[in-house]
């Protein structure tokens, strides 16, 4: 038996903690105080992880022109997708906003560090991706703990990790999983972006629990 319980409100409010976390792209200018940021790696480095490997690796990116290089790559791959599209969707597609990284106060790149000899290999030879799935499980640990502090958080996808992780000079053999944009949003919301612009609807699918 758990010799450490929570209370049914405990619970109501972690839930609403789970439905307030949204992916933000619309940030205030205000910089995030150092402590607190580094007061989230620690608690993201709570996750668990294979073998209790720990390989994620979290860079606050700081220097202009690295910022810059980001930025750039973005813009890239996100016109790139763009010309991949046509009719109603390319229209809808060109008026959305994929990415705060030039509002943000903070970005931070995490990466999953292949290469790490924590974990002794325990738990990945049949399935190597767990490592960075573990660095996934941190993210979104991260995420979590931003959100309780009143701290947004915009993952960007839309760019070319290689660009990316060469820009950023980070040790060989670390792998880019995400960008993230952090900062104090503008506003908070409760669904989705892409569902309340219209983009996508939520997909029932995704909340069935099947049976084998």
Not at 36 to 51: C, D, F, K, W, Y
Not at 65 to 94: Q, V
Request: aromatic share 10%; charged share 25%.
């Amino acid at each position: 038996m758990s010799t450490h319980s929570f209370d049914r409100a405990f619970r109501e409010r972690l839930a609403e903690l789970f439905r307030w976390r949204r992916d933000v792209r619309h940030f205030r200018s205000d910089p995030l105080d150092p402590t607190t940021l580094q007061t989230l790696v620690r608690e993201a480095a709570l996750s668990p992880s294979v073998g209790y490997s720990q390989p994620w690796r979290f860079v606050e990116v700081r220097d202009p022109a690295r910022r810059a290089a980001a930025i750039d790559s973005f813009s890239r791959a996100n016109g790139d997708a763009l010309r991949g599209m046509s009719g109603p969707d390319a229209e809808k597609y060109a008026a959305l906003k994929l990415s705060g990284m030039r509002e943000a106060p903070t970005h931070l790149a995490v990466f999953c560090d292949c290469g790490t000899p924590s974990g002794k290999g325990l738990g990945r030879a049949t399935m190597p991706e767990t490592l960075a799935y573990s660095a996934v499980m941190a993210i979104y640990t991260f995420w979590l703990a931003a959100r309780a502090e009143g701290i947004g958080v915009g993952w960007v996808s839309i760019l070319e990790p290689d660009v990316v992780t060469a820009a950023l000079d980070v040790p060989e053999g670390w792998q880019l999983i995400a960008y993230l944009c952090v900062g104090y949003p503008e506003d908070d919301h409760d669904r989705p972006e892409l569902e309340r612009v219209g983009w996508e609807s939520r997909d029932e699918r995704s909340a069935t629990l099947y049976t084998r």
